[in-house]
């Protein structure tokens, strides 16, 4: 089984910096693609950045120049660097990754559970 565990959310002022960390663990034999995504009251889901096991990355147009997606292949852990936050990228951030399972083969998408930002004005 895989677990993503997040960390790093908290409340800031706008124009101030978070860095969210997201570990997996578990009985992984590769982990593809990773990604961020973001979820405010009311609102859908939205993929903020991802970024493959070669390290290419994209991002939101919302935060593109600001955020920066990186991964640690050898920790596998996936990071958001968020610069220049904004009341609206309050939400809840959630990990997503597709793993690879050692004991099957298989492929899965997990998710996290979730980190809170909340960016005050």
């Known amino acids: 089984q895989v677990q993503l565990v997040e960390s790093g959310g908290g409340l800031v002022q706008a124009g101030g910096s978070l860095r969210l960390s997201c570990a997996a663990s578990g009985t992984i034999l590769r982990i593809g693609d990773m990604a961020w995504y973001r979820q405010a009251p009311g609102k859908e889901r939205e993929l903020v950045a991802a970024i493959t096991n070669g390290g290419f990355a994209n991002y939101a147009d919302s935060v593109k120049g600001r955020f920066t997606i990186s991964r640690d292949n050898a920790k596998n852990t996936v990071y958001l660097q968020m610069n220049s936050l904004k009341p609206e990228d309050t939400a809840v951030y959630y990990c997503?990754?597709?793993?690879?399972?050692?004991?099957?083969?298989?492929?899965?998408?997990?998710w996290g559970q979730g980190t809170q930002v909340t960016i005050s004005s």
């Open positions: 997503n990754a597709r793993v690879v399972v050692s004991t099957t083969f298989a492929e899965h998408n997990y």
